[in-house]
């Protein structure tokens, strides 16, 4: 069983350049979550698609948008990237909304804006 | 009333002691209260989790204590070894599933031998 994998590990970008960001969910799995973890802080909800819908979104501004293809993979994408939205972003999937399954979560891309 | 407070924030126990992390929360349509441990460079992993219709549950060395009525929850670890040491997270989540979790800010647990 492949886990949920996501690329690239680590990205360095300037500010007011745009990221994508990439998570191939675990086999089986048709809901995908991101989040986003500040140092020293827990993750929080960004956003979260159930057969490429988005189904629920945390405290985050339109410029954080995603999308999830026919697969399952996902995206997340954040336009005029600004230094606070240095962090790790995290990955996670489960078998669905309904099916109380946990989620599993990558080891997440560490984004750093300069 | 979205948040969860974890405390402490960093913990210290020495090899075979039972380190305990408390979380409150104040959202009464939570329902799923889990644990993860993360490891550094690693995303979080599931340790347990509970519902609120019992007041424990145990795995292994991992036990979760829930007090519904105070809105507060604890993870005890029994028999504590040094490949313990991680950081901790509780969190919640409403709607019977694993929707949009809130975590707490962590615990920085470190077991010395």
């Known amino acids: 069983e492949t886990g949920v994998t996501q690329s690239p590990t680590h990205l360095i970008k300037t500010r007011g350049q745009q990221v994508t960001l990439r998570c191939s969910s675990q086999?089986?799995?048709?809901?995908v979550s991101w989040y986003q973890q500040a140092l020293g802080q827990g993750p929080q909800f960004i956003f979260q698609?159930?057969?490429?819908?988005?189904?629920g979104r945390g405290n985050f501004p339109p410029r954080f948008s995603g999308l999830q293809f026919p697969n399952y993979s996902s995206e997340l994408n954040v336009n005029a990237l600004e230094l606070d939205d240095s962090a790790l972003y995290l990955c996670?999937?489960?078998?669905?909304?309904?099916?109380?399954?946990?989620?599993?979560f990558g080891n997440g891309t560490r984004l750093t804006v300069t | 009333q979205q948040q969860v407070k974890q405390s402490p924030q960093s913990l210290i126990v020495q090899k075979g002691g039972i380190p305990i992390i408390n979380c409150a929360y104040e959202?009464?349509?939570?329902?799923?209260f889990p644990w993860y441990q993360q490891f550094p460079g690693k995303g979080p992993a599931l340790l347990i989790a509970?519902?609120?219709?019992?007041s424990e549950k145990k795995e292994g060395r991992f036990t979760i204590s829930f007090n519904k009525s105070a809105k507060q929850f604890s993870l005890h670890i029994m028999d504590s070894q040094p490949g313990d040491s991680a950081t901790y997270f509780c969190?919640?989540?409403?709607?019977?599933?694993?929707?949009?979790?809130?975590f707490g800010t962590g615990t920085r647990l470190t077991i010395i031998p």
């Open positions: 996670a999937s489960s078998s669905g909304r309904m099916n109380n399954s946990p989620l599993h």
């Open positions: 086999s089986g799995h048709n809901t």
């Open positions: 698609y159930y057969r490429e819908e988005e189904n």
């Open positions: 959202n009464t349509a939570f329902d799923y």
């Open positions: 509970i519902r609120p219709d019992v």
């Open positions: 969190a919640a989540s409403p709607n019977f599933g694993n929707e949009k979790l809130t």
